[in-house]
C-alpha cells in the first residue's frame, strides 16, 4: 500500500501568514492527490483536488503543487477561518485509498 | 443540494455488528459519474477509508477490513449502508459517509466532494 506522510503535525501561525504543508508519497502517484481541511467537529471539506486544482467555491489563498512523490499545500494570507486540520489524500493504486495524517493549523 | 445524511445506533457491543445507512438527497444515487463510500475517524485521531460503491455493487475495501466489511446500495431508497463485523473497541470512531466523484481525467473515483455530518459509534460491552 502507498503510504503518506505529513509534515509538520502542527503548526502555529499568525492571521496574514503565508503557510505550506508537506505531504510525501512512499511510491509515485502521479497527480492523483487531494486535499480537505477539517473545522473540530465537522466533516471534511474537499479544497484541492488533482494536486493543483482549486476546487469550486474555494478562496483563491489556497494553493496546491507537486506530482510523483512530493505535494504542498499552501495558504496565502492566512484568515480566521482557516485555522483547522489539513488532510492530503492519494487515490492512485484504488484500493485503498489513503490519507496524511493530518495538520492541525493553530493560532500563534 | 446534495446532502447526505448517516443513521444507526451509536452504541454497539463487542463482537457484534455495526451497522450504518447513509440516506442520500439532491442526486440520484444511481448517478454513473459517482461512488458512494465510508470514512471513518477514531476520536483525536486521522481519517481512514474504509471503502467504497458503485450502485451497480461494484465495491473496494480497505484490505485490512475487507474480511469483516459489506457496503451495500439500495437503489429504490436512494441510500447505501455499511455493515461491520466482529467490532471491538478499536472500531469506535466517528463514521462519515461520503460521494465520490472522477477526477478531471477520469483515471478513479477518488475525489471525497460531498460529506455526510458523521455520526460516533462506540463499541463497548
Known amino acids: 500500500d502507498i503510504q503518506m506522510t505529513q509534515s509538520p503535525s502542527s503548526l502555529s501561525a499568525s492571521v496574514g501568514d503565508r503557510v505550506t504543508i508537506t505531504c510525501q508519497a512512499s511510491?509515485?502517484?502521479?497527480?492523483?492527490l487531494n486535499w480537505y481541511q477539517q473545522k473540530p467537529g465537522k466533516a471534511p471539506k474537499l479544497m484541492i483536488y488533482d494536486a493543483s486544482n482549486l476546487e469550486t467555491g474555494v478562496p483563491s489563498r489556497f494553493s496546491g503543487g507537486g506530482s510523483g512523490t512530493d505535494f504542498t499545500f499552501t495558504i496565502y494570507s492566512l484568515q480566521p477561518e482557516d485555522f483547522a486540520t489539513y488532510y492530503c489524500q492519494e487515490y492512485h493504486n484504488l484500493p485503498p485509498i489513503t490519507f496524511g495524517g493530518g495538520t492541525k493549523v493553530e493560532l500563534k | 443540494q446534495l446532502q447526505l445524511q448517516e443513521s444507526g445506533p451509536g452504541l454497539v457491543k463487542p463482537p457484534e455488528t455495526l451497522s450504518l445507512t447513509c440516506s442520500v438527497s439532491?442526486?440520484?444515487?444511481?448517478?454513473?459519474?459517482?461512488?458512494w463510500g465510508w470514512i471513518r475517524q477514531p476520536p483525536g485521531k486521522g481519517l481512514e477509508w474504509i471503502g467504497i460503491?458503485?450502485?451497480?455493487?461494484?465495491?473496494y475495501y480497505k484490505p485490512s477490513l475487507k474480511s469483516r466489511v459489506t457496503i451495500s446500495v439500495d437503489t429504490s431508497k436512494n441510500q447505501f449502508s455499511l455493515r461491520l463485523r466482529s467490532v471491538t473497541a478499536a472500531d469506535t470512531a466517528v463514521y462519515y459517509c461520503?460521494?465520490?466523484?472522477?477526477?478531471?481525467?477520469?483515471?478513479?473515483?477518488?475525489?471525497?466532494?460531498?460529506w455526510g455530518q458523521g455520526t460516533l459509534v462506540t463499541v463497548s460491552s
Open positions: 461520503a460521494r465520490l466523484r472522477y477526477s478531471d481525467s477520469r483515471y478513479a473515483p477518488g475525489l471525497f466532494d460531498y
Open positions: 511510491q509515485d502517484i502521479s497527480n492523483h
Open positions: 460503491s458503485y450502485y451497480s455493487g461494484s465495491t
Open positions: 439532491g442526486d440520484s444515487i444511481k448517478s454513473n459519474s459517482h461512488y
